[in-house]
């Protein structure tokens, strides 16, 4: 059981992989979860927007990717492949007025989301999980 951390990006944001590995941690720890392989890609728009394109046949730009190795709700495992876009997180910290790291955070979040089952195709869905998002990011800012 590992939590993989790859920085492809060339964008100057701090990764530091000790501190994503705890906030993971913390997270799966929060909701009674264990993890099981999980691995993080930092990558630039390039790389995501291939990666859109090749798996959920979308040719655009994206914040984060999330592809579930197994679904194992049942066991209480969560294993995958989280891809995040750093220069998705550059241009929404902009767009959004918050910090590159914010943005970061919120996507490695999402992307745990979705690793737990959670889907954003309705606007139930994505209502559900923007909440979920809301209640995590205050759990895992508190010291």
């Known amino acids: 059981m590992a939590i993989t951390i790859i920085n492809q990006h060339r964008v100057a944001i701090p990764i530091i992989p000790s501190q994503i590995k705890n906030q993971v941690k913390k997270i799966l720890t929060k909701e009674n979860l ?18 859109n394109k090749k798996f ?60 737990m089952g959670y889907n954003d195709k309705n606007i139930a869905q994505r209502k559900r999980i923007r909440q979920k998002e809301k209640e995590i990011l205050n759990f895992v800012n508190k010291k």
């Open 56 to 115: 959920l046949r979308k040719s655009r730009l994206t914040d984060v990717l999330s592809f579930e190795s197994s679904q194992n709700y049942y066991k209480k495992i969560v294993s995958g492949d989280i891809a995040i876009c750093t220069d998705a997180a550059v241009m929404n910290s902009k767009i959004f007025k918050t910090s590159p790291e914010f943005e970061l955070k919120l996507y490695l979040i999402h992307g745990l989301l979705h690793l």
């Open 34 to 51: 264990k993890e099981k392989d999980i691995a993080i890609a930092f990558v630039d728009k390039k790389e995501i927007k291939k990666l």
